[in-house]
């Protein structure tokens, strides 16, 4: 909105005075009411300047007696006038400079020797007018970057064509953790979580100088992860083609979003894909819900189960129980009914053990609900190991050996009825220690017994067989054949040593006769070999002399060793025969 | 000076070894002893520098062969002492045992032959001592 104003005041600087009286006759004509001040050199005009006076419009000329460098004179005017329009007035030779101090921040300039009324009027008012514009843009330019950086909204100003940052507002700074000057640095493809953004690339370009808006992933300095709602306006900033974005941080609902997900997949997973088979019914046994794991469980799909009824499929021997049960909930809220069989797809019976919780109330479920597990593995394993138990007993039982179960971590040694019937002890005499076992052992051979257990204990596996003597109630003594198995856990710690003691002292008498009789058989060699042997060696020695020796005197006294000896080996002859004969005799029938 | 010792309980034994070992020119004043422990007094009151052989019965009343051996172990003329074991019956529990003296050359089973007595003057240890 031009108006005009109704004083003017005019600052003009020029040192010839022809010229400034001129220049003063124009103005009058031009207005009125107008305040001439007048500076001759820059140094008034400086002080005139900074003085607070109202000024309008600054008429300068170009040569000053202070002033050198036309440049620096017109920039210091520039600087000092502040709000007011400055307009150079120039000699013809000046006229290119004329038209660079227009770069300078001049509003206009005009050649003193085509000077008329009209033209200073024109240009006086048209730089008042523009300056009045130029300064309301700048304070409202002032007002937007205001705007800008205290917004909490994080923004860009970034280059339009290589995208580089021109400016960032704080709330930016705060969410990126860069620095403003890093900022200015980088592009905005520096942040992005992936390197390539085809899709992005592609709305950028095709929008290079309009509005758009989409979601990408950012990297934070520290590395952490954001993820953003973008808007794009294109704008001028400093002159360049730039565009202002606006960033709306998604993360947070990302993130809840994706725990929301989470948490129904899990609860699917749960309730449909686990292999506990869940049912909701009624006190009828009509079911209202069954979850997909009933083709796991019963071989039967969900939908036609849905169809049947649970009664009709448990076993007849089961029934009572399962029923008696279910009516406790009438009461209770929750019951857990003990294993029961079911009949599957296939005519099987598998064992099932179920929680039932009473739910009719809730209006979301309206019915009983039944969580039921497959236990038919645990059924059989745990029938497997009562027969192998009763297997046991039975041998522990039955056998005449005595059956020794030591319980190495807690000392505790049990016995079979073989310690009364091989040994004599009474159960009140009879001790779980093991020391009182120990005791039992031979002297002679507890060493050897202890030593051979403790190899055993050492290798943490296997078994060992070893004879010892162990004493009986009454003092005496039985010649014993131990086999003990060790039993470990996984790490190979002793846990049990079970063992059979077998009573073999009869055996054991058997080998001691025989180890009685082969010595006297060996005996018997000896004496063949050694008593046999040595008339007869004599009797061959004389014959052997009494052959190759031909001066013999005394043959008469040969001969009569010769008849010596052969009575003496007949002697002997006898003897043995004898002594076989016993042998033969004592030898007992096994 | 080589010694030999006949040393047995049984006399007709003493007498058939004694002609052999002449015979065989292994001798001509073969050392007989019927109790082993007279032979131990013998060698006691022998030199240092005389080498003896001895051919020596194992079973005896008494001293036997074994109690011998034992004996002249701690003797100072052990060294010099070369034993032929002479036995009724060769068996490998009395070769195994004769291992234990270095003083036991070899073993002889009765009657000693005319081979035996050959091997006696043979044997490397005792040959140098027998040339005559």
Redesign the interface.
């Given at each position: 909105m031009s108006y005009i104003p109704s004083a003017l005041n005019i600052l003009v600087i020029e040192d010839n005075l022809g010229d400034f009286i001129l220049i003063e006759d124009y103005l009058n004509e031009i207005q009125s009411e107008v305040s001439i001040k007048r500076a001759s050199n820059l140094e008034e005009a400086k002080t005139i300047l900074k003085s607070n006076i109202q000024l309008d419009t600054v008429l300068l000329d170009l040569s000053l007696p202070d002033v050198d460098d036309r440049e620096i004179l017109v920039q210091d005017i520039v600087e000092f006038s502040n709000k007011c329009a400055v307009i150079v007035l120039t000699g013809y030779a000046d006229n290119d400079f004329g038209v660079k101090t227009l770069s300078l921040g001049i509003s206009d300039y005009l050649l003193k020797d085509e000077l008329t009324i009209s033209q200073l009027s024109k240009s006086i008012f048209y730089s008042i007018e523009r300056k009045k514009s130029q300064i309301q843009l700048l304070e409202s330019e002032k007002k937007y970057k205001s705007l800008f950086n205290s917004s909490p909204v994080p923004m860009f100003v970034l280059d339009r064509h290589s995208l580089e940052f021109l400016s960032v507002n704080d709330a930016a700074i705060k969410l990126y953790g860069y620095s403003a000057e890093e900022f200015l640095s980088l592009k905005v493809s520096d942040l992005w979580l992936n390197r390539e953004e085809p899709e992005i690339e592609h709305t950028v370009n095709n929008n290079r100088h309009g509005y758009f808006e989409f979601k990408i992933s950012h990297k934070k300095k520290s590395g952490e992860v954001i993820h953003l709602e973008i808007q794009s306006n294109p704008i001028s900033f400093d002159g360049r083609d730039a565009r202002v974005t606006l960033l709306n941080d998604i993360t947070g609902r990302i993130k809840a979003e994706k725990l929301l997900t989470d948490s129904e997949q899990r609860f699917k997973a749960l309730v449909q894909e686990a292999s506990d088979l869940v049912m909701i019914l009624d006190f009828n046994g009509n079911f209202s819900h069954v979850s997909p794991s009933s083709e796991l469980v019963m071989g039967i799909p969900a939908d036609q189960m849905l169809k049947m009824n649970l009664f009709d499929l448990i076993h007849s021997e089961d029934i009572d129980q399962v029923k008696k049960n279910i009516l406790k909930l009438k009461n209770t809220k929750r019951v857990q009914i003990p294993s029961y069989r079911v009949k599957t797809s296939s005519n099987e019976w598998r064992w099932i053990e179920t929680v039932l919780t009473n739910l009719i109330k809730d209006p979301a479920v309206n019915g009983l609900v039944a969580n039921s597990r497959d236990i038919t593995e645990f059924v059989n394993q745990e029938q497997k190991l009562i027969d192998s138990l009763k297997r046991y007993d039975i041998v522990a039982k039955a056998t005449s050996d005595t059956i020794t179960d030591y319980d190495v971590q807690n000392d505790l040694m049990q016995f079979n009825h073989g310690m009364e019937l091989m040994f004599g002890y009474t159960p009140d005499q009879i001790c779980t220690k093991g020391s009182w076992w120990d005791d039992k052992v031979h002297p002679e051979d507890a060493e050897r017994v202890k030593s051979k257990v403790a190899q055993v204990y050492k290798n943490g596996h296997g078994s060992l067989q070893i004879k010892y003597r162990f004493r009986c109630a009454n003092g005496s003594y039985k010649y014993i054949l131990d086999r003990t198995y060790l039993v470990t856990d996984e790490l190979g710690k002793p846990l049990k040593m079970i063992g059979s003691m077998q009573d073999i002292t009869e055996i054991q008498n058997h080998i001691q006769t025989i180890e009685d009789h082969n010595e006297r058989l060996k005996d018997i060699a000896w004496t063949q070999?050694?008593?046999v042997?040595?008339p007869?060696?004599?009797i061959?020695?004389?014959i052997?002399?009494l052959q190759?020796?031909n001066d013999i005197v005394d043959q008469e006294e040969l001969l009569k060793?010769i008849l010596?000896?052969a009575t003496e080996l007949d002697g002997i002859i006898r003897k043995i025969t004898n002594q076989t004969e016993q042998v033969t005799q004592n030898f007992p029938e096994c | 000076m080589l010694k030999v010792l006949i040393i047995d309980d049984d006399s007709i034994v003493l007498f058939i070894q004694e002609k052999m070992l002449k015979k065989y020119g292994i001798t001509n004043a073969p050392i007989s002893f019927q109790d082993a422990r007279k032979a131990i007094s013998f060698l006691k009151t022998q030199k240092s520098d005389d080498i003896f052989l001895i051919l020596l019965d194992i079973n005896m009343p008494g001293m036997t062969g074994w109690d011998f051996l034992d004996e002249i172990k701690g003797m100072k003329i052990s060294e010099k002492v070369f034993v032929f074991m002479v036995t009724s019956s060769i068996d490998s529990y009395d070769k195994e045992k004769a291992k234990k003296y270095k003083s036991v050359i070899s073993f002889i089973e009765k009657p000693i032959s005319a081979d035996n007595c050959i091997k006696i003057k043979e044997h490397p240890k005792l040959k140098q001592f027998l040339i005559d």
């Open positions: 070999s050694h008593v042997r040595a007869l060696a004599r061959m020695g004389i052997d002399l190759t020796d060793h010596n000896s | -």
